[in-house]
Each structure stands twice: as structure tokens, then as C-alpha cells.
């Protein structure tokens, strides 16, 4: 397996001075997230001069790129909403192949909704996630769908749900252990239920709360058990990238240290590796 970090994680810092710190800190690759509050990110942002400079600057870090995780949610609130999430999705397809990405090009998205509303949005979501699939098969790209702990898509069951009733190889899920761990599942049974359906993945930290609150944090600050997550990932043959992410709830805070998030991200994981066995490729 390979090691990630999201940019997700670092809103100010561009990708030609967040690329090189993780190259040193010892990351395979970078994921890159996509979104407004993340400088010189969007689409439209970037000319092609730029997307050939950071092109050749990842190809000679020799950092891989998981994916690209597109910020919003897929669910839209009307349909002029989700045309324009359709074309959104478009111009990040053509911007992660001017990046340099393997083909198919994987983006992620949140699939959005609330968890209370699960059965009415249901066939909504998975209509939803069917014109993204008739898009995803026009440009040649594997839309990963966020399951997230409060939304639509919560629990194992449900994104199984999703992605079985889609039933195309270009829609899958995008697999954060620690959304399926805040709706009560064990890591070692959401990896084993749900790696079959799995095309990208996130893994952070959480601390839960007798009052069913939860903190969101680096990993290695809370209660999720990484090893068996690990070991998990391991046994069930994922060879790929698992990807570091910070929540907006740590990188939000005053005083957050953009680099000693990276290492102290890198630190936990690699340590779990150790700890589990598990060679990095």
C-alpha cells in the first residue's frame, strides 16, 4: 500500500509549495482537493501553463495522484443545480488529466443529504449518481461518492444500497473508515463489507462522546483503532493509496500549523503500518 495526504487539509497553501513538504515528509502521493476555499484549486482558475508546470512538478517529486476530491455534495437542491454539478464535474475531469493523473481519472465527491432522510432520498441519490454514471462514461472517469457520517449515505448497508442499485464500474464508493466508525461499525467489518465497492479512499481520527458528540482530529489524537484498519486493508489485498485527510474541523482552528499536521498525519499512519505488519510498496 501507498500513502496519501489531501490537500484538503492545507486551504492556503498552493499545490507548487504543498507538493515538495510532502514529498519530504515522505508521502507517495497527494490528493488534490477542488474547491473555493482552497487557493488557486478550481478549474477555471488554472491556465494550461500552470496545469503543465504542476504536471511536471509532480512527475519529478514522483508523487502519485489518487484522486480529486471535488468539494460539494452530489445531491442537488434543484435541477439548475445539478447541471451545473455536471459540468462542475466535467472541467475536473480535463483538469486531472492536465495534472497528470492515471487513467481513468478517479473524483470524489460527498453524496450530501441528511441521515434522517434516507428513505425519502434514496432513489433520488441513486438517480443522481445515474447521470453522473452516463457522465463518467462520456469522459473516461470513476466518480468515488463520499458516504458521511450524518448524511444520506451513513452506514455500510446503505452505500452498498447505492452502489449495487447504480451497478456500473465507473460509480464506487470513496471509503472513510472513520464515517463508518462514528455510525458504529468496527474497521475491520466496514473494510471487509465494504472494499468490494471501494475506488478511494480517506482515513483521520475521531473521539466520540457519551452524549453521541464527537471530535474530529489528527489521527492518532483519538479513539479510531488505525492498526486494525490497517491489517484489515491488508488482508482484504488493497494495494492502492490510503489517503490522509484533516478535518475542517482541526485546519478551521486558530493557530493550525499547515506542516506539523502533515507530519503528525504521517507519523500515526506509518506507526500503524509498523504496528500492523504492513510493508509500504
Known amino acids: 500500500m501507498l500513502i496519501a495526504y489531501g490537500t484538503y487539509a492545507m486551504p492556503n497553501t498552493p499545490l507548487e509549495e ?4 510532502l514529498k519530504d515528509i515522505g508521502f507517495d502521493g497527494v ?18 501553463t500552470r496545469r503543465h508546470q504542476l504536471r511536471e512538478l509532480l512527475v519529478d517529486l514522483r508523487l502519485g495522484i489518487p484522486a480529486l476530491m471535488v468539494m460539494g455534495h452530489l445531491l442537488p437542491r434543484d435541477e439548475e443545480q445539478h447541471q451545473r454539478g455536471l459540468e462542475h464535474m466535467r ?8 495534472l497528470g493523473m492515471a487513467e481513468p481519472p478517479i473524483v470524489s465527491m460527498g453524496i450530501g443529504g441528511k441521515s434522517a432522510d434516507w428513505e425519502s432520498e434514496r432513489d433520488r441519490i441513486i438517480n443522481t449518481l445515474g447521470d453522473y454514471d452516463k457522465l463518467a462514461a462520456e469522459e473516461g472517469f470513476i466518480l468515488a461518492a463520499e458516504a458521511h457520517c450524518g448524511a444520506a449515505v451513513d452506514r455500510s448497508e446503505r452505500a452498498l444500497h447505492v452502489i449495487h442499485s447504480v451497478s456500473s464500474p465507473r460509480i464506487r464508493l470513496h471509503f472513510d473508515v472513520v464515517h463508518f466508525y462514528l455510525s458504529g461499525e468496527k474497521e475491520a467489518e466496514a473494510v471487509e463489507c465494504l ?38 486493508m491488508d488482508a482484504a489485498g488493497w ?24 507530519r503528525t498525519s504521517y507519523d500515526a499512519l506509518t506507526g500503524a503500518f509498523a504496528a500492523a505488519g504492513v510493508e509500504r510498496v
Open 18 to 21: 504543498a507538493a515538495p513538504m
Open 31 to 48: 490528493e488534490i482537493c477542488v474547491g473555493p476555499e482552497h487557493v488557486l484549486s478550481m478549474p477555471e482558475e488554472q491556465d494550461a
Open 91 to 98: 472541467r475536473c475531469v480535463q483538469l486531472a488529466r492536465d
Open 195 to 232: 472494499l468490494p465497492i471501494t475506488e478511494h479512499t480517506h482515513i483521520t481520527d475521531a473521539r466520540k462522546h457519551e452524549d453521541g458528540s464527537f471530535d474530529l482530529l489528527l489521527l492518532g489524537q483519538g479513539d479510531l483503532d488505525s492498526v486494525a484498519y490497517v491489517k484489515a
Open 239 to 262: 494495494d492502492d493509496f490510503i489517503t490522509l485527510e484533516v478535518s475542517k474541523h482541526v485546519w478551521g482552528q486558530d493557530g493550525y500549523d499547515v506542516e506539523a499536521a502533515a
